[in-house]
């Protein structure tokens, strides 16, 4: 069985600024936004013929114009030498990442400009792709189509274990599901993605795209905060935060 419920606690707060600009000064601004796709939760949909694939806890970025772009439109601030290994002219979506159980440490890599020599730790790990090598935009063809032009992209480049694409298969029923959420979470992953069979990029959050998690976190602005009582007297004791739904 697969666990949906998330507990109260579990809510990661998310002020105003993106997550990018609590990376500067290891960031620099484009001009041009970065719209991305985004998963909704999994709410017990029917997952037979979707692709399933791990949920990769790592820093998503958008590989485009030569840069490593965050969802806030900002460019980290990679070292030449890894920027060197990607492939030209395509536009590509994935992750940063470190490794299970590595979140903090690829943070630490990614947000400091001086830790250049430390990417050779990370993997940009690709799961989509949006633009080819030829310039012309894919983001309207289905999935599989999109699937198999990003894994040829990673499987031509020289990148060795700078790139790669990010394993996926189709999902036969429930249960195949509920065995794969188990194994992911016993080798220390953080869960699963389910994406629709035929569906477009769309650059919002999609129902095409979901996350399955026995434990689930959320985003929240924070708008306030109250002060501590008791011993945190003088401290701060409670954030204040609204939800998407609009839950306070």
């Known amino acids: 069985h697969v666990s949906r419920a998330a507990p109260a606690a579990a809510c990661v707060l998310e002020t105003s600024r993106s997550i990018s600009s609590i990376f500067a000064p290891a960031c620099h601004r484009r001009d041009e936004m970065t719209e991305v796709l985004l998963a909704q939760k999994w709410a017990d949909q029917e997952p037979t013929g979707w692709w399933v694939s791990e949920k990769l806890d790592g820093v998503r970025a958008v590989w485009r ?22 492939p030209k002219g395509c536009i590509l979506d994935g992750e940063i990442w470190g490794g299970r159980r590595q979140f903090q440490k690829t943070v630490g890599i990614v947000k400091n400009a001086s830790k250049g020599d430390d990417w050779k730790f990370l993997t940009y790990m690709v799961f989509d792709v949006t633009q080819d090598a030829d310039g012309r935009p894919v983001d309207r063809r289905p999935f599989e189509e999109r ?21 996926m298969e189709r999902c036969n029923s429930r249960d195949h599901l509920s065995v794969l959420l188990d194994e992911v979470e016993r ?33 929240a602005i924070v708008v306030g905060h109250e002060g501590g009582s008791g011993s945190a007297e003088g401290m701060c004791g409670a954030l204040v935060c609204n939800t998407p739904d609009g839950r306070r």
């Open 187 to 219: 080798r220390g992953g953080e869960g699963l993605m389910l994406r629709a069979p035929a569906s477009v990029y769309e650059r919002r959050r999609s129902s095409t795209l979901l996350k399955v998690k026995t434990f689930h976190d959320d985003e």
């Open 65 to 86: 114009n030569g840069e490593f772009m965050s969802r806030g439109n900002n460019a980290f601030v990679c070292p030449a030498w890894f920027k060197a290994k990607m």
């Open 147 to 167: 699937m198999a032009l990003a894994r040829g992209i990673c499987a031509a480049s020289a990148a060795g274990e700078a790139l790669k694409f990010v394993p």
